[in-house]
């Protein structure tokens, strides 16, 4: 978009030169890169995907802490932002540093949302497309080994965010919006999403099970009451919450919730700093026999269901929104879908999530089916925490595991 520094009212000046070129779907390296940058941690000098599990194994043990308010120190949010400049020269590091900035650096210990480091994020996920030589050309096996789904797939979500959110710089704005589209424009001509593509109309349109089933209609949201384990989870929503109930207000502990997530901690770093907790009941085939302690009828019934017991990837858990808390687009992992019971919700429509280009709210009692392969996110606008019951389970026209 800028041929020069001097032209770019949208990034630093060492950043300029990392602008999507008009004429080619790749980047122009830096020549006036800061030096003299110090990287944290050894990193190699071939390996981008090596170096972002180094990246992240770092600024992950920085991140997480015990007072739950997960965020980086002041110190080492510079040290990410230090790492997104030492990319610009060593592009090597480009895929680590944005991934870092997106994971652990969009969010300060406030909750306020840091957009120079999602501006950032994008930027160099964009580099890492032309580091890595994600092209068209590539077999689609030698796409996906070199991780080429994500380096596009991200920024464009995280440019159409910033475009979206932008409420006082129209340039800005414009040129996010147009940067998202470039890319997803250039995925359009990529053989392994050519038919898939064609109703993606938006970087919002993107989801990896339509990769997987092109010839069946995408839906963010399917409709609930067409999906047998939707309808059995409303029909178990009283006994689901006597139990949830239960846990909370165990008389032996402050919070039983939280002595149960405690034990078995969940981890993860999508939401706002202390917004979103989560106790694990069964992920890939292994029940977490504290929770089920504690509601045996809860996991009972849920044993019951062939779409859990049966599906290699089934990850069932209660979430506890906070309000207040929000949490950042992102994608799930293909073939599957995700049931939500908002097993408690008492402020009705005061919590919901955005899915692709759809949207929709919890109600106490009612499911929703979700295609999460589409980039989704989601906010609490209420007062009173909400606990939703959420389970991943196999894609119905996934033929090895089809219920």
Same mark, same amino acid.
Not at 80 to 88: D, K, N, Q, R
Not at 136 to 163: M, N, V
């Given at each position: 978009?800028?041929?020069?520094?001097?032209?770019?009212?949208?990034?630093?000046?060492?950043?300029?030169?990392?602008?999507?070129?008009? +004429?080619?779907?790749?980047?122009?390296? %830096?020549?006036?890169?800061?030096?003299?940058? @110090?990287?944290?941690?050894?990193?190699?000098?071939?390996?981008?995907? !090596?170096?972002?599990?180094?990246?992240?194994?770092?600024?992950?043990?920085?991140?997480?802490?015990?007072?739950?308010? =997960?965020?980086?120190?002041?110190? +080492?949010?510079?040290?990410?932002?230090?790492?997104?400049?030492?990319?610009?020269?060593?592009?090597?590091?480009?895929?680590?540093?944005?991934?870092?900035?997106?994971?652990?650096?969009?969010?300060?210990?406030?909750?306020? @949302?840091?957009? +120079?480091?999602?501006?950032?994020?994008?930027?160099?996920?964009?580099?890492?497309?032309?580091?890595?030589?994600? %092209?068209?050309?590539?077999?689609?096996?030698?796409?996906?080994?070199?991780?080429?789904?994500?380096?596009?797939?991200?920024?464009?979500?995280?440019?159409?965010?910033?475009? *979206?959110? !932008?409420?006082?710089?129209?340039?800005?704005?414009?040129?996010?919006?147009?940067?998202?589209?470039?890319?997803?424009?250039?995925?359009?001509?990529?053989?392994?999403?050519?038919?898939?593509?064609?109703?993606?109309?938006?970087?919002?349109?993107?989801?990896?099970?339509?990769?997987?089933?092109?010839? $069946?209609?995408?839906?963010?949201?399917?409709?609930?009451?067409? $999906? &047998?384990?939707?309808?059995?989870?409303?029909?178990?929503?009283?006994?689901?919450?006597?139990?949830?109930?239960?846990? $909370?207000?165990?008389?032996?502990?402050?919070?039983?919730?939280?002595?149960?997530?405690?034990?078995?901690?969940?981890? *993860?770093?999508?939401?706002? &700093?202390?917004?979103?907790?989560?106790?694990?009941?069964?992920?890939?085939?292994?029940?977490?026999?504290?929770?089920?302690?504690?509601?045996?009828?809860?996991?009972?019934?849920? #044993?019951?269901?062939?779409?859990?017991?049966?599906?290699?990837?089934?990850?069932?858990?209660?979430?506890?929104?906070? &309000?207040?808390?929000?949490?950042?687009?992102?994608?799930?992992?293909?073939?599957?879908?995700?049931?939500?019971?908002?097993? $408690?919700?008492?402020?009705?429509?005061? %919590?919901?999530?955005?899915?692709?280009?759809?949207?929709?709210?919890?109600?106490?009692? #009612?499911?929703? @089916?979700?295609? +999460?392969?589409?980039?989704?996110? @989601?906010?609490? =606008?209420?007062?009173?925490?909400?606990?939703?019951?959420?389970? =991943?389970?196999?894609?119905?026209?996934?033929?090895?595991?089809?219920?």
């Amino acid at each position: 978009l800028f041929a020069s520094p001097e032209m770019s009212p949208l990034f630093p000046p060492w950043m300029a030169a990392l602008a999507l070129l008009p +004429d080619v779907p790749f980047l122009c390296v %830096s020549q006036e890169a800061p030096s003299g940058v @110090v990287v944290p941690f050894q990193y190699s000098i071939v390996s981008d995907i !090596e170096n972002q599990e180094t990246a992240m194994t770092y600024f992950e043990e920085r991140y997480y802490n015990a007072e739950n308010k =997960w965020s980086l120190t002041g110190k +080492d949010l510079a040290e990410a932002i230090a790492l997104g400049m030492a990319a610009v020269e060593k592009p090597v590091l480009a895929l680590a540093a944005a991934q870092v900035l997106y994971l652990y650096a969009w969010f300060k210990k406030s909750g306020e @949302v840091m957009r +120079d480091n999602i501006l950032m994020s994008a930027q160099l996920f964009e580099m890492s497309v032309n580091h890595a030589g994600c %092209s068209k050309d590539l077999s689609t096996d030698e796409w996906l080994f070199r991780a080429c789904d994500i380096r596009f797939g991200q920024p464009a979500i995280l440019y159409s965010w910033l475009a *979206e959110t !932008e409420a006082e710089d129209e340039s800005l704005r414009l040129q996010c919006a147009q940067r998202a589209d470039r890319l997803l424009q250039y995925l359009k001509t990529v053989p392994r999403y050519a038919k898939a593509a064609v109703s993606w109309h938006t970087p919002w349109h993107i989801n990896f099970n339509q990769l997987r089933y092109p010839d $069946i209609p995408a839906r963010p949201i399917w409709d609930a009451s067409k $999906i &047998p384990l939707a309808r059995f989870l409303e029909e178990h929503h009283a006994l689901f919450r006597a139990e949830l109930e239960a846990i $909370i207000s165990a008389p032996d502990v402050p919070d039983g919730y939280e002595a149960i997530r405690k034990a078995d901690l969940s981890v *993860e770093s999508l939401a706002t &700093p202390g917004g979103w907790d989560a106790i694990r009941i069964v992920r890939y085939g292994h029940w977490n026999d504290a929770f089920c302690q504690f509601a045996p009828r809860t996991c009972a019934l849920l #044993k019951t269901r062939k779409e859990l017991a049966e599906c290699p990837y089934v990850n069932t858990n209660y979430y506890k929104l906070f &309000p207040g808390a929000h949490l950042k687009p992102h994608f799930g992992n293909a073939p599957r879908l995700t049931a939500h019971l908002a097993v $408690i919700a008492p402020e009705p429509l005061r %919590s919901g999530i955005t899915v692709g280009p759809a949207s929709s709210l919890w109600i106490e009692g #009612k499911s929703m @089916v979700l295609d +999460d392969t589409f980039p989704h996110s @989601v906010s609490h =606008w209420g007062k009173e925490p909400r606990f939703v019951l959420a389970t =991943w389970f196999c894609h119905p026209c996934d033929d090895n595991h089809d219920t």
